[in-house]
């Protein structure tokens, strides 16, 4: 079967300070970091050697992976297995660059998050300049701060227009129309993000097609909800796919809503569905979507 793995190990450190995150300037101890690189390289290895299904393989850290060697190496060594079909990573953009010579570029890919305030801009732009002339797949997004609106369009600008610019609304904001209209001039799927969508009893492709991986093997249905369904290495957790409705009032983040089978992101995003890269250039959000639930 076609397999996505939503992998997030014990990493919670990150080399920025943004004000909004409470990973920032956090940092993991050396044991902390061992035990990271340990169950890391286990997921890897247990990916690396099964042969049942065909995986994706998003890594989410809750901080900032590929300043970490082994986080770069997995990518590097998940991307040349045949039956990996994409291997992707959330990433700051702020580690080097030529790691990715070894890397199986048709596989792998980057889910970049610019922050204002954390790393010049020119700094940044220039990485993704380096990441285009490698040929690397990968999609660039900021938060919808009303502060970073001026260098998103900036950068907007600046990037080639195949290279597509999310906006991720900022945790808890309320946007007039004025400011969603002012967003989704940057990115215009902004509406998908604007509004929490409503998901209870909704069918999503968690559970099912989808899960959630932790340092320890557990495997859920999604990040957001904490029932489990078994262990990834004892293989309980197979027994338990299924298809099913979502069990929260409503989910706020694109890593879970574009699982939602109610929404149209999977054929919005066929084929970098976990690097957030549309199948298409977007000009305009032309399906209705639903406003706040």
Not at 95 to 120: N, S, V
Not at 172 to 184: K, M, N, P, Q, S
Not at 264 to 275: H, K, N, S, T
Request: charged letters at 25%; a neutral charge; aromatic letters at 10%.
């Amino acid at each position: 079967m076609d397999l996505t793995l939503l992998y997030r190990g014990p990493l919670s450190s990150c080399d920025y300070d943004c004000p909004y995150c409470p990973f920032a300037k956090r940092r993991d101890s050396t044991a902390q970091l061992r035990a990271d690189r340990a169950a890391l390289e286990r997921f890897t290895g247990w990916a690396a050697g099964q042969r049942e299904d065909r995986l994706s393989v998003l890594f989410t850290p809750w901080g900032e992976g590929l300043v970490r060697s082994w986080y770069r190496r997995a990518m590097v060594e998940l991307s040349h297995h045949e039956h990996v079909a994409r291997v992707a990573i959330q990433t700051n953009l702020s580690c080097r660059t030529e790691w990715l010579a070894d890397a199986d570029l048709d596989t792998l890919a980057l889910w970049c998050t610019f922050h204002p305030g954390q790393t010049p801009y020119e700094r940044f732009l220039g990485k993704t300049r380096e990441l285009a002339e490698r040929g690397v797949r990968f999609s660039v997004g900021v938060v919808g701060f009303p502060e970073h609106l001026e260098q998103a369009r900036t950068l907007r600008r600046a990037l080639p227009s195949e290279v597509y610019l999310w906006v991720n609304a900022a945790e808890g904001r309320t946007y007039t129309d004025e400011e969603a209209a002012a967003w989704t001039a940057v990115d215009p799927l902004f509406p998908y993000s604007r509004h929490p969508h409503r998901s209870a009893g909704l069918p999503c492709r968690t559970g099912s097609s989808v899960v959630s991986v932790d340092g320890e093997g557990t495997v859920r249905r999604c990040h957001f909800v904490r029932a489990e369904l078994g262990n990834l290495y004892d293989g309980s957790w197979r027994a338990a796919l299924a298809p099913r409705a979502c069990p929260l009032t409503v989910c706020d983040c694109h890593i879970g809503y574009v699982h939602l089978e109610t929404l149209p992101l999977y054929d919005v995003f066929a084929g970098g569905v976990l690097e957030r890269i549309p199948a298409a250039p977007v000009h305009a959000v032309r399906t209705p979507i639903p406003g706040p639930p």
